[in-house]
């Protein structure tokens, strides 16, 4: 069984319907979300609309390794570009996730670590990325996909300067809002994870203007890419 996690109505709206066209869905309202078990492209799947941030983040992890036992979790949505190389519409993939907004460095530590733990810096599933890297060639053929680090944190980032002190703290290719969060209770859990963002804006001081106007297509080409893989893992 596979978890999708989704911040947004807009980002799981098409996964909905498609779930809803082959076969029936049973639903739970569990902790203020409503989680959608069914059935997409062969592959029993539970679908949530978790919310904005980390909190709303974790919960809704929590929940799909507690009470569904899946076997791994997708996380979809948008991002803003943190790597100059990086346009929008252009897709990431998590290679590994990290909180940017952590600081205890008042204590000796170093900015994004949390303190007692074994990592501050979870690792994504090598299959889950491999096959969402070999999908989206086909789904998404004139989007850029790259691989790397995505960092996390209870922020939309529109400011250059905040960018750079994200950028010269912990790096990253892109930043957003609930992914690391999702990828701390599935290393936790011991689950594989993949988080797929699509970038809506730079991050910088355009991204209050970016972000509405290339939102949609930016969940467009992520909604694409998820439908895709579900497609690949139904035949393994």
């Known amino acids: 069984m596979i978890g999708i996690i989704a911040a947004m109505d807009k980002e799981i709206d098409d996964i909905k319907s498609m779930m809803t066209e082959e076969g029936e869905i049973d639903k739970k309202n569990i902790m203020g979300m409503e989680f959608w078990h069914g059935s997409l492209y062969n592959c029993e799947v539970v679908l949530v609309k978790c919310g904005v941030g980390k909190v709303n983040a974790t919960m809704s992890a929590s929940v799909l390794v507690t009470l569904y036992n899946v076997d791994s979790i997708i996380n979809t949505g948008i991002a803003g570009g943190l790597d100059d190389r990086i346009d929008i519409g252009d897709i990431v993939l998590s290679t590994e996730a990290q909180e940017h907004d952590v600081d205890v460095t008042g204590l000796g530590y170093v ?26 060639g086909k789904t998404n053929p004139d989007v850029n996909v790259f691989e790397g680090k995505i960092v996390t944190g209870d922020q939309f980032i529109s400011d250059r300067q905040i960018r750079k002190s994200i950028m010269d703290s912990v790096g990253g290719m892109c930043t957003e809002m609930e992914g690391a969060a999702i990828a701390h209770v599935a290393h936790m859990s011991n689950v594989p994870f993949l988080i797929i963002r699509s970038i809506s804006d730079k991050a910088n001081d355009d991204a209050e203007v970016d972000y509405p106007a290339f939102q949609q297509m930016a969940i467009r080409n992520s909604v694409k890419l998820v439908s895709g893989m579900l497609d690949v893992l139904s035949k393994l």
């Open 111 to 136: 900015k994004g670590v949390i303190p007692d733990q074994d990592t501050s810096i979870y690792k994504a599933d090598e299959k889950l990325i491999s096959i969402a890297h070999m999908v989206c």
